[in-house]
């Protein structure tokens, strides 16, 4: 099993900055991907970014270029720093680990864009 929990989120004007963090606890040593995904209101959940174990990194073409995935020495904590925010920006974003076991999930962290 593996516990997730998110903290970072808040309200920003656009054109701000916001860097989510998770932390992760239990079966760390298995973790393949961790990464975030979001979802706003009336929309399904997508996925943000991701990265490996071995430092590959993935993001959505909404994202490129404005939000860095990063994973700490550990492998246990992985963070997403997120720039020049836009109004659609603004989602519940979910952190998730995934292992040879299963895919897990965080209770999800709000980010407001709102000037």
């Known amino acids: 099993q593996v516990q997730l929990v998110e903290s970072g989120g808040g309200l920003v004007q656009p054109g701000g900055s916001l860097r989510l963090s998770c932390a992760a606890s239990?079966?760390?040593?298995?973790?393949?991907?961790m990464g975030w995904h979001r979802q706003a209101p009336g929309k399904q959940r997508e996925l943000v970014a991701a990265?490996?174990?071995?430092?590959?990194?993935a993001y959505a073409d909404s994202v490129k270029g404005r939000c860095t995935i990063s994973r700490d020495n550990a492998g246990n904590t992985v963070y997403l720093q997120m720039n020049s925010l836009k109004l659609e920006d603004t989602a519940v974003y979910y952190c998730?680990?995934?292992?040879?076991?299963?895919?897990?999930w965080g209770q999800g962290t709000q980010v407001t864009v709102s000037s």
């Open positions: 990265t490996t174990r071995g430092g590959s990194t």
């Open positions: 239990g079966s760390i040593f298995s973790i393949n991907v």
């Open positions: 998730y680990a995934a292992n040879e076991y299963g895919t897990y």
